[in-house]
């Protein structure tokens, strides 16, 4: 590639290496619109977004060290030139995108970020940005420093001979080096102030740590800005030499050839797309997890309170069973008294008939309403204190639940909005729920349930009366929260039918006893069959009111899973693509190693005169 030679890789680039940028910026539109639905941070977002801008770009070198490491040095000395402020301010520093143009020009994309157009040579095939530090006090440097990581091709990481591998840079070279998978070439600055004997322990210590902490044998160079730009300025091969610049300069601009470059620059956005990948599915995985916690919730939710509405069914047996024994008593009790009353000596009784409903109301009827009245108002007390208590419980445990949710914090950047979402959804179903509870009013509720049992009395027997042949059984819906009155002495009046004038005989007197008795079990299986199926009812659709009120927890929980699942198997898809782009790339440059191993460009030959 000869200087001079087109600005951009698409326009050298074979059709072949186009076809697969085009792939490529085509797996990352995929991926950036995934994030996007998927409630990703937007930083991330960027990321993708920016890969995909820059895929075109030329080599990009990023150089990046803590403050004062002598990164702007450097590159002036890499330049031969005074283009990057060398002991700047770090608060009024700015990010330097240093770029090929025929004059100078500078553009300034945002406060802390400026493009430098510049006449050198060494520019046309390679992009430089200098960062103020990683270490900066201005936040935004920092952000934008990382902002740069993904895309970049090859990281020099410049480090102070007297302050080599503190704290801070080992954390900035764990974001390069795990998280972005970059290449870097580890650079000890400041040759100069320290003796050769030093140079070599932290030359060696620094490579142990390398090991130590990232498994990394990295390329690494000691140089002295300081000297080798005065010796590019006097034309002293020695001390270009000596500065350990020439072995720099040497690698970046000879060894790593045209090809390699070109291949650093075709493998570092698919590594940098494969490494979002990965944070991604991460992040999924960790989704699912959350998700797998969120089902096992609702399952519990729904099995209490399947459970809750078979015991209200079930339990509610009991207090039938009580209005049976209720009825069964008052009937076996008529009985009785029918045989011992109705007799040829009791016809001043049977005669009249207020007499006679006098007596039977005493001696048979007796408190019969008001023992059937009480057993209904017991069952429906049970049922609301175990319908308010299946609320609670279930809100309380929901609550427990919600709050071992992870928090703010404790999420990774990249999900952090996705988890605001969810707790979001945690709040306002804890809070209805709640809300449910504080407005549960008992009697309104007592009252409404009677009321519909009532009704579903009256519906059942046809209004308050029901009429059998000449003997009359009724049944009175006295009030709304009152029940029901079976008036049995409506049957005196089919007995003085029956006895007026007449001797009783055993067998009529039988067949009234008869009569009553198929009455009054008649009366008690339709009122056993209406309660049942009112509580049947009643329970279905008070639990179904729970149920709703978690409806929207539910739904969240199905649908978010569906969609986590299918949108990570299809990041799992992308990653794949990626990979396959990275072979293929590979295979073409084998094929066209020979073409694109051309001899490297002109660079800076040094020593060369000032620019
Ligand atoms: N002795 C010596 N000092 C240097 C060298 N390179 C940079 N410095 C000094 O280190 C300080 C910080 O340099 P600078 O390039 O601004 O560092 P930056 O903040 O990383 O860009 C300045 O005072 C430089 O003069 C070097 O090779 N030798
Ligand atoms: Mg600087």
Redesign the pocket.
């Known amino acids: 590639m000869a200087g001079g030679s087109p600005n951009t890789l698409t326009q050298r680039l074979d059709e072949k290496i186009a076809a697969g940028l085009s792939e490529e910026r085509h797996l990352l539109n995929d991926l950036r619109d995934l994030l996007i639905k998927q409630d990703f941070a937007e930083q991330i977002v960027d990321q993708t977004t920016s890969l995909k801008d820059h895929l075109e770009e030329l080599f990009l070198l990023v150089i990046v060290?803590?403050?004062?490491?002598?990164?702007?040095?450097?590159i002036n000395t890499l330049l031969n030139a005074d283009v990057?402020?060398?002991?700047?301010i770090p608060t009024t520093d700015k990010i330097h995108i240093l770029k090929h143009g025929d004059i100078e020009r500078e553009k300034i994309h945002e406060e802390f970020l400026v493009e430098r157009q510049l006449p050198f040579e060494a520019l046309r095939n390679i992009n430089i940005v200098?960062t103020?530090?990683t270490n900066s006090i201005v936040k935004r440097h920092g952000e934008i420093t990382e902002s740069f990581i993904p895309r970049c091709d090859l990281v020099l990481f410049?480090t102070?001979v007297d302050r080599p591998f503190s704290e801070t840079e080992k954390e900035f070279l764990s974001l390069i080096v795990s998280n972005w998978s970059k290449k870097i070439l580890f650079i000890l600055?400041?040759?100069?102030?320290k003796e050769p004997h030093e140079l070599e322990e932290i030359r060696k210590f620094v490579m142990e740590q390398m090991k130590k902490f990232f498994d990394l044998e990295p390329l690494l160079f000691i140089?002295?800005?300081?000297?080798a730009r005065k010796a590019k300025q006097s034309g002293d091969n020695a001390l270009y030499e000596a500065s350990g610049f020439k072995a720099l300069e040497d690698y970046l601009f000879k060894t790593l050839s045209e090809g390699d470059k070109l291949r650093l620059k075709l493998e570092s956005p698919i590594d940098s797309s494969v490494a979002i990948c990965d944070q991604v599915i991460a992040e999924f995985d960790r989704r699912l997890e959350g998700l797998r916690d969120d089902r096992k919730v609702l399952e519990n939710i729904r099995s209490q309170l399947d459970q809750s509405e078979s015991d209200l069914k079930e339990n509610y047996g009991r207090f039938i069973l009580e209005i049976d024994n209720v009825i069964y008593e008052m009937e076996r009790r008529g009985r009785n008294w029918i045989d011992d009353t109705v007799k040829i000596t009791n016809l001043g009784i049977l005669r009249s008939a207020e007499r006679f409903r006098a007596r039977f109301k005493d001696e048979v009827v007796k408190d019969y309403e008001v023992k059937i009245d009480d057993v209904l108002n017991k069952a429906v007390d049970w049922f609301m204190k175990k319908y308010l208590k299946v609320w609670q419980d279930t809100t309380e445990y929901f609550a427990d639940q919600a709050a071992k949710r992870p928090h703010e914090g404790m999420v990774g950047k990249v999900g952090a909005k996705f988890e605001y979402n969810r707790e979001r959804i945690y709040d306002m179903v804890r809070a209805n729920a709640k809300d449910q509870i504080k407005n549960f009013d008992y009697d309104d509720q007592v009252r409404h349930f009677l009321s519909r049992a009532g009704m579903g009395i009256n519906a059942a027997f046809g209004g308050t009366l029901i009429g059998v042949g000449g003997a009359v059984a009724v049944i009175a819906l006295t009030t709304a929260a009152g029940f029901t009155v079976v008036d049995i002495t409506g049957i005196v009046a089919g007995l003085t039918a029956i006895t007026g004038g007449l001797l009783v005989l055993p067998m009529q007197r039988r067949k009234i006893r008869q009569q009553f008795s198929d009455k009054v079990l008649e009366l008690k299986a339709g009122l056993t069959k209406v309660l049942q199926e009112q509580i049947q009812k009643e329970a279905r659709d008070a639990i179904e009111k729970i149920r709703e009120s978690f409806g929207p927890f539910f739904d969240y929980v199905k649908r978010t899973s569906g969609a986590v699942e299918e949108s990570r198997n299809k990041v799992r898809q992308i990653r794949e693509g990626f990979l396959e782009l990275k072979r293929r790339f590979g295979q073409t440059l084998e094929e066209e190693g020979k073409a694109l191993a051309e001899p490297p460009a002109p660079q800076p030959q040094p020593p060369a005169p000032p620019a």
């Open positions: 060290g803590e403050v004062k490491a002598g990164k702007s040095s450097f990057c402020k060398v002991g700047a200098d103020p530090g410049t102070s600055t400041k040759k100069d102030i140089v002295s800005a300081k000297e």
